[in-house]
């Protein structure tokens, strides 16, 4: 079944608000893309509520706002997407950094 | 597109050096699904799903198609105008009453709608903040010429500019002008031409860049 996208992803307002273009969603390298799914989809299986990630996302950019920090709209996601998972306890930051560096080294190359 | 170019670099590390953090990133979101994937946390069939999902439902696709279709069919043209909920269910989207209202030589229209923000979705996905705004919402009727100036629309004096107040019961497309020269254009690189400021009336559809002006 095709997953309707909901307006309360859609609709973020502020400094959470989607980066758009043409309306359309604009995702600049395939990874953004990844994360905003893998994210969603996350919220769909009820690993956690849409507003606790979004209260996140907030939270991280202000946080690189007022650090000064150039990075992009997705990398904070990315951070934020992070930080939430290792509050619930879905993820360990050892695991991700050794998984992280078996990608880097070419000793994994596939996601599965 | 990347990222802004930095100016302190060797000129031969130029390229390398902006595109290496997003190849950082790109590792360590894809360590990431593959630890949350392994976890069962994730399906990437269901990843892949969400994000064509949101690419698609969230833009004007459909809109363009229905506008293209219109172009290179003018029999689909009429029926569209006739009924545009009966024509739009022809090529599989509905939910929702619609009339089209089509550009012409000396006629341009626009979409708004003054009480809230009443808007094609199915069509032309989700509208944009400005056509929510009371100053878009105010001023489209006052002053439609100046509006459209603003969006870079510069119509003749003499061309009439009928406003359409979308609301909960019925909503309005814009059907533009052909651009000339895409006469050897098909209905699918039609449907790229058109935008979804076009299709509520406050931009026109451009030739392609190639196409002679």
Known sequence: ?112 | MSGTHNDHGHPHEHGHHHREPESTLSLRVRALESLLVEKKLVASDAVDRIVSAYEQDIGPHNGAKVVARAWVDPRYRERLLADGSAAIEELGFGGVDLQVVANAPGVHNLVVCTLCSCYPHALIGLPPVWYKSFEYRSRAVREPRVVLREFGVDLPETTEIRIWDSSAELRYLVLPERPTGTEQLGEAELAKLVTRDAMIGVALVKPPASAPR
């Open chain 1, 1 to 112: 079944m095709e997953p309707v996208p909901s307006r309360e992803i859609a609709d973020m307002a502020g400094a959470a608000a989607l980066p758009r273009k043409n309306g359309e969603l604009v995702f600049d390298e395939a990874w953004q893309g990844r994360i905003f799914g893998m994210t969603v989809a996350m919220s769909h299986e009820a690993s956690f509520e849409w507003r606790e990630f979004q209260a996140q996302l907030i939270a991280e950019i202000a946080h690189a706002e007022r650090e000064g920090e150039s990075t992009s709209y997705y990398e904070r996601w990315l951070h934020a997407f992070e930080r939430l998972l290792a509050d619930k306890g879905l993820l360990d930051a050892g695991a991700l950094a050794e998984r992280t560096r078996d990608f880097e080294s070419g000793r994994r190359d596939d996601v599965f």
